[in-house]
């Protein structure tokens, strides 16, 4: 039997003693009431879009829909959880959902609307259109990346979750493929993005495109892994921010 006066009966992370059982989480409403907006923000643009869009089965198809259906998902659960008093959710989830929408906002802005890159995508859009852009594209990215700045513990990400995160992207190259070659040829929209395009480039050329973006997204998820290893701890919100890893507040 344990001895009742012994460090190992109370100490956190003491076998068959949660931490969570041992030093109580709090709950965080900043981080909850911003992921909520974070999360209404995702949603509102995919409304706009929906309500403004003829063809739903191609808007579903785009990855910024895709990915701020994740976020919309993921930071909904998360302010939950940060106005429940629970434990923040794993680094590797919040870490996809945040290298998906910067893929999104990043590709769109450096490729999509660069009339330069030759896989621009520039072109009129209703008023609708425009707001949700701005939602899907520019807002929820950023939003994401303050709240990981700002709201969340550093030295969470590892090293393998660079390569796991990279399981979506990467089926997302055979799911847009495989639509387009099931669609008839002409039909708008085949396929999402220039660069994946088979009737401009044929299989060859969108390969190499799939090859040179998977790099690059690779390279960015390292970078969010660096970046989360050095960054500073924000000190203004020690005893607010929702750590990373479950356990009590540092």
């Known amino acids: 039997m344990l001895d009742p006066n012994s460090s190992t009966a109370t100490r956190p992370g003491a076998a068959g003693v949660p931490a969570s059982a041992v030093v109580p989480t709090s709950r965080r409403p900043f981080a909850a009431a911003f992921r909520a907006l974070v999360a209404l923000a995702a949603l509102t643009g995919i409304v706009l879009d929906t309500a403004d869009s003829h063809d739903l089965g191609r808007l579903f198809s785009y990855f910024t829909i895709q990915s701020n259906i994740m976020v919309a998902a993921v930071f909904a659960w998360s302010a939950h959880r940060a106005w429940t008093a629970r434990p923040a959710l794993s680094p590797r989830i919040t870490g996809g959902a945040l290298l998906y929408i910067c893929i999104t906002g990043l590709v769109f802005h450096f490729v999509l609307s660069n009339s330069s890159s030759g896989f621009s995508m520039s072109g009129e859009r209703t008023p609708l259109e425009s707001a949700a852009s701005q939602l899907l594209h520019t807002v929820t990215p950023l939003a994401a990346a303050l709240d990981w700045l700002l709201l969340t513990a550093p030295a969470g990400f590892l090293l393998r979750h660079a390569w ?87």
């Open 164 to 250: 796991q995160w990279l399981v979506y992207p990467l089926l997302y190259f055979p799911f847009a493929l495989t639509r387009g070659a099931l669609l008839a040829p002409g039909t708008d929209g085949r396929y999402p993005y220039p660069f994946l395009d088979v009737d401009l480039h044929g299989y060859a050329g969108v390969l190499g495109n799939a090859v040179v973006f998977g790099l690059a997204f690779y390279v960015l998820a390292l970078a969010l892994f660096l970046l989360d290893r050095i960054r500073p701890r924000p000190d203004g919100l020690r005893n607010r921010i929702s750590p990373t890893v479950s356990g009590p507040l540092k």
